[in-house]
């Protein structure tokens, strides 16, 4: 799986929110996308670290780290949209956000589907296996049915 390479440039673009929230952090309620840009650092942090692990993140685990991500993107963008003018969000980073969230979408959208796919195969083989081997075919198919004659005459 890639999630290195998204999750490395999820980590960059993460990094460079945080470090803008100083400037909008006026007041204590626009101080609270701290919490979701925190969430959002751990959850990528979480997709970088399975990238270089010994034990691979399964497809069905990906799938549901980034809904985590894309449900915490969903929370970011409402909360930016209440409060960019309150809290003089910059216009960079609202655009960056989003920019962000929509790769998320991607990503999560094409793991989920690779997820739904591997379950979807695993199925197929244990139904296979419960049904003794799914025939006795070459390439897994019915094989052979009838009878062979063999040729008559000197061999």
């Known amino acids: 799986m890639r999630?290195?390479?998204y999750g490395l440039a999820a980590a960059l673009v993460v990094?460079?929110?945080?470090?803008?929230t100083a400037a909008f952090a006026q007041g204590?309620?626009?101080g609270t996308i701290q919490t979701t840009l925190q969430?959002?650092?751990?959850?990528?942090?979480?997709?970088?670290?399975?990238?270089?692990?010994?034990?691979?993140?399964?497809?069905?685990?990906?799938?549901a780290l980034f809904g985590k991500l894309q449900a915490n993107?969903?929370?970011?963008?409402?909360?930016?949209?209440?409060?960019?003018?309150?809290?003089?969000i910059p216009d960079s980073?609202?655009?960056?956000?989003?920019?962000?969230?929509t790769k998320v979408v991607g990503i999560r959208t094409k793991i989920c589907g690779m997820a739904a796919q591997a379950t979807k195969m695993e199925a197929q083989a244990r139904a296979q296996a419960q049904n003794g081997g799914g025939g006795g075919g070459l390439l897994g198919g019915p094989g052979l049915t009838g009878q062979f004659k063999m040729p008559q005459g000197a061999l």
């Not at 990094?15 to 803008?20: D, E, L, R, Y």
Request: proline share 2%.
């Open 93 to 101: 980073f609202a655009e960056g956000f989003k920019a962000d969230h």
């Open 39 to 63: 969430t959002r650092k751990d959850l990528v942090s979480r997709a970088n670290s399975a990238s270089t692990a010994k034990k691979k993140m399964t497809p069905q685990e990906a799938c």
């Open 3 to 5: 999630i290195k390479t």
């Open 73 to 88: 993107g969903v929370e970011g963008m409402k909360w930016i949209a209440a409060n960019k003018e309150w809290c003089s």
């Open 15 to 20: 990094g460079s929110f945080a470090a803008s």
């Open 28 to 30: 204590a309620e626009c």
